[in-house]
């Protein structure tokens, strides 16, 4: 299993980290992406993954919730650190840029600016040949328009990405997927009269990518949980209703496609 998303430089994993990842390769957890979420997140993205060299893998981004007033001054900072780290030809470097996107759950104090730091890291993408994880939250319509603004053309290359935490409705999933998109799937799907588990019918496996979202949204029977990379099996076993295979045939899939879409060599 690949753990497309999860968040293991967060404290709900800093007294145990070594003890957590020995459990998650047991788990058959073969690789783990770590996204960042702003300019205080890189140095303890980039330090949890260099101790954990081909194994955890670094993203680096402005999560929406976390554009403020001073989003310029952290959105440079960002592309100074992704150019510096690319040009010194590190061993270990970023797979992605992310988490980018659009949230107005909580606040659309700054929703000009969040249209405006998404195509500027999507540019970035587009730019360095790099896949997006991308958040969005009560702003689905919105985030769709830009996205069609860096969709791959004849006349562009685009951007490819994955839409993380995908819980929508069919429709736009579909119109994502048009798009060379990805669905990233979590522990949501094991929840209770989850709707997305209609909601994919018409959507190829070859789409879909498994993630956790750790330490959150952990799935059923362990939700409420620090969330877990193994307990990613919980996931393939609704997928594998929904697809009509085996949990076994899911894994290899998604893997796969993860392997695909952030280019990793395991």
């Known amino acids: 299993m690949i753990d497309t998303h999860a968040h293991l430089d967060e404290e709900p994993y800093r007294e ?134 860096y969709a791959p053309s004849k006349d562009r290359k685009g951007v490819c990405g994955v839409m993380h935490c995908w819980s929508g409705s069919e429709e736009v999933a579909q119109q994502l997927v048009q798009m060379g998109l990805y669905l990233g799937i979590g522990g949501i799907i094991t929840f209770k009269n989850c709707k997305l588990r209609e909601h994919l019918n018409s959507i190829p496996l070859d789409r879909i990518v498994l993630e956790t979202d750790s330490p959150y949204m952990a799935p059923v029977p362990h939700r409420g949980e620090r969330n877990e990379s193994q307990w990613m099996s919980y996931v393939a076993a609704v997928l594998s209703e929904i697809y009509h295979c085996t949990a076994e045939e899911v894994i290899a899939t998604t893997s796969a496609n993860a392997r695909t879409l952030f280019r990793l060599d395991i």
Not at 34 to 40: C, H, I, L, R, T
Not at 66 to 94: C, F, G, P, V
Not at 121 to 148: F, N
Request: aromatic letters at 8%.
């Open 16 to 149: 145990d980290l070594d003890a957590f990842i020995a459990q998650q390769r047991a788990g058959g957890v073969e690789t783990i992406l770590v996204p960042g979420v702003d300019a205080s997140s890189v140095d303890d993205v980039w330090n949890v993954c260099a101790r954990y060299p081909g194994y955890l893998y670094p993203a680096i981004g402005l999560h929406p919730q976390n554009i403020k007033e001073d989003w310029e001054e952290q959105l440079n900072m960002l592309h100074a650190r992704l150019l510096s780290t690319i040009n010194a030809q590190l061993s270990t470097q970023y797979i992605a840029i992310g988490e980018i996107g659009l949230d107005y759950h909580f606040d659309t104090t700054y929703k000009d600016a969040q249209h405006e730091a998404f195509r500027r890291q999507l540019a970035w993408a587009e730019e360095l040949d790099l896949p997006v994880m991308i958040h969005v939250r009560d702003a689905t319509e919105d985030a769709l328009a830009i996205l069609k603004e």
